[in-house]
């Protein structure tokens, strides 16, 4: 048993390492959505290494609901090495063009400058 949960309770250990298994299993699942809806799932990895923190210290490990930082990269890479060879990079999927037409729209002369604000005008 360990400590971690807010009330005070103890947490078996036994359940952080399910928690982790589960997390890695949820990282395999995301790395094969990610490649289906047609994204480059490295992108997934790089974020990945920029968010997740490596706990300081052995303590701390052992009660992070989230496995080592470098396991889970290594377990995504791993996914991503099964999946078929695709180009990413070579056309930019509709909905990203439509969308950057979009915002390109929004920044045409004689439209305002200035953010929308929820601010009532003054009476005068």
Do not use: W
């Not at 790089?46 to 490596?54: A, C, H, P, S, T």
């Not at 889970?72 to 990413?88: H, Q």
């Not at 070579?90 to 929820?118: C, I, Y």
């Amino acid at each position: 048993m360990g400590g971690g949960c807010s009330e005070g309770h103890a947490i078996p250990l036994g359940f952080m390492a399910s928690q982790r298994s589960a997390e890695l299993e949820a990282d395999f699942l995301a790395v094969q959505t990610i490649a289906r809806a047609g994204f480059n799932p490295r992108a997934l990895v790089e974020y990945l290494r920029r968010v997740q923190v490596q706990p300081a210290g052995a303590i701390s490990k052992a009660y992070s609901p989230l496995p080592d930082r470098d396991q889970r990269l290594a377990a995504m890479l791993s996914a991503i090495e099964k999946l078929p060879t695709v180009d990413y990079a070579a056309v930019a999927p509709a909905e990203f063009a439509a969308a950057r037409q979009e915002l390109r729209s929004l920044t045409k002369p004689g439209r305002p400058q200035h953010p929308p604000t929820l601010m009532r005008k003054t009476l005068e």
